[in-house]
């Protein structure tokens, strides 16, 4: 089975903290992704990665910056933090290689920034 | 920017029923896709139907396409109370496997 694990359910951070979120999967993907997720607005893609130190922006980079230095790796980083970033945010998976790209998601990170 | 809109926003019903959501989206896709999401946990993949098939079927969920009016059907038959969630809708259409979420469906389904 796939796994893809978050280093935090619960974070709570004040204004202008550095917060870093990280993820981890253990099936060798190449893509991985990072949501937040608001209620009334569904997941919204943040930032993506399919591969090794590339990055690119999804709908939502303001804000945000990502590293993934190694497959298994992708960190989501809030250089400042800001109460709008209180979420939840959402990190996932998948393989490349076909039209057909199934999503395997952590448990989530729920963060409030006080 | 959100693909799919899932429609009704919330649904209510006994154990047993059959609950039905539809989703509608925009662009031309190459696959859409269901995903459950149980209360304050992640995502998980439900069902996945290609842009040149019509209906498909996994245990009690039937989803069908149809390309022609851009929209789509998850049907869950004789409901259990476990199926209380979170039902998304996401299309797929470009490159990199990126996905587009619909806002979801949130089920009820009392014993």
């Known amino acids: 089975d796939v796994k893809v694990t978050q280093s935090s359910r619960y974070l709570v951070k004040r204004t202008g903290e550095k917060v870093f979120l990280e993820c981890v999967q253990d099936?060798?993907?190449?893509?991985m992704f990072w949501y937040r997720q608001d209620p009334g607005l569904g997941l919204r893609l943040i930032y993506f990665s399919y591969d090794v130190k590339m990055k690119e922006k999804g709908d939502i980079p303001e804000g945000y910056s990502v590293s993934r230095e190694k497959k298994e790796r992708f960190s989501l980083i809030l250089e400042s933090a800001s109460t709008n970033q209180t979420s939840m945010y959402l990190c996932?998976?998948?393989?490349?290689?076909?039209?057909?790209?199934?999503?395997?998601f952590g448990p989530g990170t729920r963060l409030t920034v006080l | 920017s959100q693909q799919g809109e899932e429609d009704p926003q919330a649904l209510s019903i006994q154990e047993g029923e059959n609950a039905t959501m539809n989703c509608s989206y925009k662009?031309?896709?190459?696959?859409l896709q269901w995903y459950r999401q149980n209360s304050g946990r992640g995502l998980v993949h439900l069902i996945l139907?290609?842009?040149?098939?019509r209906e498909k079927h996994s245990g009690r969920l039937r989803v069908t396409l149809d390309t022609s009016k851009k929209s789509s059907s998850l049907l869950i038959t004789a409901s259990r109370a476990a199926d209380t969630a979170s039902y998304f809708c996401?299309?797929?259409?470009?490159?990199?496997?990126?996905?587009?979420f619909g806002a979801g469906t949130q089920v009820v389904v009392t014993p």
């Open positions: 996932a998976s998948s393989l490349r290689g076909s039209t057909a790209d199934t999503q395997y």
């Open positions: 996401a299309t797929e259409g470009g490159s990199w496997g990126k996905l587009q």
């Open positions: 139907i290609r842009s040149n098939e």
């Open positions: 662009t031309s896709i190459n696959n």
């Open positions: 099936m060798d993907h190449e893509n």
